[in-house]
């Protein structure tokens, strides 16, 4: 299996920045797409950002100009930069990755999508 692992997560104050990180380890495996969701309390978790694997990123419209999503392929990495943070943004936002992957002692590879376990995000002054 493939794990996801998020950091970069706190309080942050309004018009504030932060860069979330986000990188995926296990057997041989090799990632697709990679996003970023976040749930705010009491809300459906939404898609924020996707990139692919070469490196083509799309936006919701709701932070558009704001974030950045960006990868190091070979770090099995990616990463959320946000800048001018508002309230709203206030929320956990979690990693996801899609691939395939081989399992140890498996003959082949088989697809995979993956989710982290989260990191919260608050923006508060």
């Known amino acids: 299996q493939v794990q996801l692992v998020e950091s970069g997560g706190g309080l942050v104050q309004p018009g504030g920045s932060l860069r979330l990180s986000c990188v995926a380890s296990?057997?041989?495996?090799?990632?697709?797409?990679m996003a970023w969701h976040r749930q705010a309390p009491g809300k459906q978790r939404e898609l924020v950002a996707t990139?692919?694997?070469?490196?083509?990123?799309n936006y919701v419209d709701s932070v558009k100009g704001r974030f950045t999503i960006s990868r190091d392929n070979a770090k099995n990495t990616v990463f959320l930069q946000m800048n001018s943070l508002k309230p709203e943004d206030t929320a956990v936002y979690y990693c996801?990755?899609?691939?395939?992957?081989?399992?140890?002692?498996?003959?082949?590879?088989?697809?995979?999508?993956?989710w982290g376990q989260g990191t919260q995000v608050t923006v508060s002054s």
């Open positions: 296990g057997s041989r495996f090799s990632i697709n797409n």
């Open positions: 996801n990755a899609d691939g395939i992957v081989q399992d140890v002692g498996a003959p082949i590879f088989r697809h995979f999508a993956s």
């Open positions: 990139i692919t694997s070469g490196g083509i990123g």
